[in-house]
């Protein structure tokens, strides 16, 4: 008898034992992998490169509650006519769809800086592309985990 | 990260405390031989500022016995470092010789001997004594007196007067401010009644408002003690929301928030401090890894993890001090500041035998006065341990085989959990069990022993689950404490193993078999963190068990393997 769980087992073991508050998850169709996420962010911008840096992303080393995690995205931009931030793609590798969230920027919005709140259902990587106005693009990933928890302290 | 090279510091660290003051002028007194008030307090004073600090008091008002862990792996870069040694490797490490009054208040081996010897440790009357002998020495205006947390939980008083006691005979000790973790499972609006009304400040940098992100609490707050400016900031556990049920504060978001950190670190600078202390509930191995990357904080005062260290360890410029829990240890700081900046600082980890410390009579008052209400509640006897009862250990303790034993059979369950607490006190064979007793392991707002099926599948999640929250290499992604304890089931563990392969071996242990992944079991477990949970308290279903047993003897627990350590 192998051990190897689906998604909804866990979620199960989770509520029964009621070790967390995860129970208020509801099934949820089959969720992404970290290969769909590359195949979409490949899709998106074929072979093009990816530089490092400009991106902060500012998320949970564990999320508090999986249905509401907040991520807060920042770009390093003057953001001017001759040089800004088109848009940034926030892509989770555990989720249905891998693209959670899309932004689109213009020099008149100051600063590329946006927060949302989104679902995550279990432990995984969340990627962030930024576009340039040069065409030049960023990468950024982070690691949030969603977990039972327990206590000891 | 911490390097290799702050590493050597903070063993460096260590040792030249020991030497200069720590737990020197005890380790002077010979082995088995008890200490007097004096040895205690005796400390060669520097500068015109001290701290005190004490933490993880657990509402623990009286003296009792409190075993430290014999098995408190650490994982990562923490692997093998101070607090994550113990016993012979510990007393080595701070020059503590074996059988000494040092010895039995920091380690574990010989414990039952030892503690027949030196008697009970703590007591807030004695901790109220030696914070009044050294405000006399140094002058009340050249001490600060600060809170780890997890103050207000983890006795039948404090949970039956929703933690009035503590905050009684906080106020009357002079608190100047604490920190939170297990104090927010009285509820949002009972936290916010104290926290505004007390004499203390209650501070939180870390939590928020999560509609607005508005801070729920003060930050920090500025201090003027010895001719200086202290500023201190408050950390709550960044953990509370996920360790504890976060229905009880569904407004608040934690987290470690870094930045907003070091924002508060530079404000407090540009304000004027000379000291910068950061009153932490984060946990040992969080603080270490955060001292290397948060600039500009002198003296990081840890609690959480319960560790009890006779020296300082160094961080960079930082130094950090674990204080123990249960009340058992007072910390002195004495902090020389010179032109506005920390020059020296000299610790003293001063333990509390309450056989050689005379009460404060004034605080002795009080606590009889908050525990009149219960006294012949709290005296009534359960029943007896033939067996040494204690609960620290990274995998089980026998006070927690016996709530497992309890639950398996009052609960008629085939397999129980119990979560890796480490609060509680100590018994040693021969005792009385009391209703007190009882409840100093299980005095929670969320006691209800559920009763559910579950697949031998989900098991294993769960023990994956709450192992990978033990041992996830990055401390950021540990939530503090130890493993679940389990009875009628054993396992194997590797800690250093990736999250979801860790636990193998699952062991039903009365048949003997492996578990069955599709099988579904019976299943008895207390502190769910879902609200509206079912059954009846935890300390009904322990002394439900122990009555009916008369005399309690724990086998050792051979059920769980350890490798990768």
Redesign the interface.
Known sequence: ???M?SEQ??R??????????L?LLVASPALATPEEVASAIGKAYGDRKFASGKIKM?V??????GL?V?INVEVESPMTDADYVKAVHVYAEGNPLPNVISYKFTPACGKASASARMRLAQ?QDVVCVAEMSDGSLYKAKA?I?V??????? | MISKREFLQATAAASAMLLGSGLGPLGKVAAQQRLTQADILRFDPLGALTILYVA?THAQLMPLHFREPSVNLGVGEARGLPPHITDDEFRKHFQIAAGSADAFALTSDDFTALARNYGRMGGMDRVAALIGAVRAERGDNNVLLLDGG?TWQGSWTSLKTGAQDMVDVMSQLKVDAMVG??EFTYGADRVMEIAKNAPFAFLAQNIRD?EWQEPVFEGRKMFERGGAKIAVIGQA?P?T???????MFPKW????RE?DLQKQVEEARADGASVVVLLS?N?FDVDRKLASRVKGIDVILT????DAMPGLIRVGETVLVATGSHAKFVSRLDIDVKAGKVAGVRFKLMPVFSDAIAPNAAMAALIAKVRAPFAAELARPIGKTESLLYRRGNFNGPFDDLICDAMLAERDAEIA?S?????GGTLLPGDTISWEHVTNATAITYPNC?R???????????LE??A???F?P?P??Q????M?RLGGMGYSIDVSGP?GSRISGMTHLKSGKPI???RTYT?A?W?????N?QGPPIWDVIAAYVARTGSVSIAPNSAVRVTGA
């Open positions: 008898m192998s051990f769980s087992s866990r199960d073991a989770f509520k029964l034992a009621g070790l967390a508050g129970s500012d949970p080393e564990i999320a508090e509650n509401v907040p432990t690691t985990k977990t039972i928890g327990g206590c000891g302290g | 993880d997890d973790h297990w999560n556990l953990r929301a996920v360790a504890n049920p976060r229905w978001e934690f987290g470690i930045e509930h946990g609690a959480h993890t319960h959990l979560p890796g607490f480490r609060w559920y559910i099926q579950m697949t031998g599948r989900q098991l294993k999640e769960v689950d709450v990978d929250n033990i996830h990055d950021y992604f939530g503090g404490g130890d679940v999250m069955d992944a599709a299943v477990g502190a769910s963190v879902n609200e949970t």
